[in-house]
């Protein structure tokens, strides 16, 4: 996962470390991107949904 604010690259919240969303917490940074995925997608905290594109 890669933050698409500041290009912060963390374990995603399936991982045990689930750094991604503790970066969101810290920063409210709220949207996140997987760094290899095929679609590519998107993650936004605040609305709690997978964003397309």
Same mark, same amino acid.
């Given at each position: 996962?890669? *933050?698409?604010? *500041?290009?912060? @690259?963390? *374990? ?6 689930? #750094? !991604? =969303? !503790? #970066? ?9 991107? !997987? +760094?290899?995925?095929? &679609? &590519?997608? =998107?993650? *936004?905290? @605040? #609305?709690? =949904? !997978? +964003? =397309?594109?």
């Amino acid at each position: 996962m890669s *933050c698409t604010t *500041c290009g912060w @690259v963390a *374990c995603s919240d399936d991982s045990p470390g689930g #750094h !991604a =969303r !503790a #970066h969101y917490e810290e920063t409210d940074h709220p949207v996140v991107a !997987a +760094l290899v995925s095929e &679609p &590519p997608w =998107r993650w *936004c905290y @605040v #609305h709690g =949904r !997978a +964003l =397309r594109g």
